[in-house]
């Protein structure tokens, strides 16, 4: 079986009939959210005019990768304002190092261009390292790093002991 070529792939914008493709995607990227709540975001990035999801369309059917973006008015180590944001970006295995990421993020960052942008942030985990190559890869710059902390103040009913 051969793999399907990148330029088979074709970059729109989400539509109603991508759902359940487009919620594979997600559920890959962000495996720990529960369906309901993919659901809920898919519609916000559907009839939101700030907030946007690009796909990589297959020409046999299904997606192959999706990027969503939005436009904020600061993100980390951006200088400006408003910024676009790239919230979410995954290509699907069989067609990484294609150039298909790069394609959905050129995307995005076109949509935030038209809509005043001058420079589209992103973030990853730490321990991300594919995530933080593909960011380095299409010319994105690492700005800072940043490490949350939590301590408890009260300890909740529901949290066991340790």
Known sequence: MTKPK???L???RVIPGDRSE???????????ENPEGHREEMDEYLRENI??????????????GFVEATIRPHADGCDTSPVGYVEGWYVDAD??????????????????????CTE??????LEN???????IAIGYEERERLIHFRRWL?????????
């Open 6 to 8: 990148q330029e088979k």
């Open 10 to 12: 074709h970059i729109r």
């Open 22 to 32: 487009w919620l594979r995607l997600r559920a890959a990227l962000w495996p720990d």
């Open 51 to 64: 907030a946007v999801a690009f796909v990589a369309a297959r020409p046999e059917g299904g997606l192959a």
């Open 95 to 116: 067609v990484r190092r294609r150039g298909v990421g790069r394609r959905l993020v050129r995307t995005a960052e076109r949509w935030a261009r038209e809509r005043g």
């Open 120 to 125: 589209m942030g992103s973030d990853c985990l």
């Open 129 to 135: 390292q594919v995530s933080l190559r593909a960011h």
């Open 154 to 162: 009260a300890r909740p009913a529901d949290r066991p002991r340790s």
